[in-house]
């Protein structure tokens, strides 16, 4: 059996009510990964988004497949070898990012974690996004691994914003 893909990632957003003091630590106390549910399927991508004008209500989505996607969500995903090699598109927003198609290797057992923040403009004013998402590859995952524990390869492509 090939190992397994399991995909988190944490979309926070937030507008100019929530950027600064004392409203700012609500949002800063939002959790950035949370523990995975089982799953045999070869690929699994737990969604979770938390939106100012929800009031940060935790909202969840689940995608499974048992085909690995090239790409799934911005991610840039492909087996090679004995690897997983992560990547991401280009990012919308500003700062602009330029994609980038190896951002980490990951071995069997690995833990990846990618994120990014971007500020946009729309008809309604500014607001504002964070993104964080946790690759791991593996035959078994432990459930509070994107959690507990740091991954192997960080990627911090934060900005300042303001």
């Known amino acids: 059996m090939p190992p397994r893909v399991i995909v988190q990632s944490v979309q926070i957003?937030?507008?100019?009510?929530?950027?600064?003091?004392?409203?700012?630590?609500?949002?800063?106390?939002?959790?950035?990964a949370f523990a995975t549910a089982p799953s045999?399927?070869?690929?699994?991508?737990d969604?979770?988004?938390?939106?100012?004008q929800e009031a940060f209500r935790l909202v969840h989505?689940?995608?499974?497949?048992?085909v690995l996607p090239a790409g799934d969500a911005g991610l840039l995903l492909q087996v090679d070898g004995d690897r997983l090699v992560?990547?991401?598109?280009?990012t919308s927003g500003r700062p602009?990012?330029?994609?980038?198609r190896a951002l980490a290797r990951l071995a069997c057992g690995d833990h990846a974690r990618l994120r990014f923040n971007a500020r946009f403009a729309s008809y309604s004013g500014q607001y504002y996004t964070e993104t964080i998402f946790h690759v791991g590859f593996g035959e078994r995952w432990p459930r509070n691994r994107f959690v507990d524990a740091r991954p192997e390869h960080d990627v911090d492509w934060m900005a300042d914003l303001f």
């Open 86 to 90: 992560v990547g991401l598109r280009a």
């Open 13 to 32: 957003v937030w507008t100019k009510a929530t950027r600064g003091a004392p409203r700012a630590n609500e949002r800063a106390a939002l959790p950035r």
């Open 40 to 45: 045999e399927a070869r690929y699994t991508h």
């Open 47 to 52: 969604r979770y988004t938390m939106a100012e």
């Open 61 to 66: 989505a689940r995608k499974v497949s048992d």
């Open 96 to 100: 602009l990012r330029h994609g980038r």
